[in-house]
């Protein structure tokens, strides 16, 4: 696994964060230092997306990257559905570089099962879904967008369907907010980033990654018609969410 030194040296000027070559080559050590129990996070919507899953439905991940959770979906169906041909899933993302490295990690059996799609999530039509999972992609959606990506979702779920949603979240008190920025910076300390790389990352990142409070995932879900919501992960800043139909 190369080592994410995207941001080590000095730059004259930071360029908007983008999901380029640069970025997909070390793009999970990048993951595995800077976003708190990301492993945990995939492995158990992996497992929901098996639990919820109905045959002759399709799962959508929107927002694939890499096919970090998609390889791990597919170990989870890999004996139970997935070897009967009755399994489908389609994965969504904006940047080709990340297509191009999730098509060599897929096997030929693997690719029977799984469309690869180059495009906006935004721009996907979606059709008997019963899993729908955006994993750490929706806070880089124009603002504008995400409620309208949230209600097609809705309509597209079949009854007994799930969105899972994975995001940076923010707070709207000052005290939590600084207090779980700082624990995140220790966090990325620990995992060798220098002040430098943290500082140089925020501001490639600042007006693309915009992130929300749980209380505004949690308002646009439910008016979107979802039945319930939950938190079934969280630490600090970072939010795994599940709502069902």
Sequence with gaps: ???????????????????????????????????????ESIKQQARMALRFYQKGTNIYDLGCSNGNLGLKILNEFKGKIFEQNDFSMVAVDSSSPMIEKYRTLLDDNQKKSVELVWDCIENITMSD???????LTMQFLDMGKRKELISRIYQELVPGGVLILTEKVTQDD?????????FYRE??????????????KRDALEKVLIPETIRDHKNRIIKAGFNNFDIFLKWFNFASMIAYK
């Design 129 to 135: 879904a019963s899993v729908v999972v955006i994993n």
């Design 187 to 200: 966090f990325k300390l620990e995992n060798g980033y220098s002040e430098l790389e943290i500082s140089q």
């Design 174 to 182: 000052d005290v939590y907010k600084n207090l779980y920025e700082d």
């Design 1 to 39: 696994m190369d080592e994410d030194r995207v941001f080590a040296k000095k730059m004259d000027r930071i360029l908007p964060f983008e999901f380029d070559e640069k970025v997909a080559r070390v793009f999970n050590n990048m993951l595995d230092r800077s976003v708190p129990l990301y492993q």
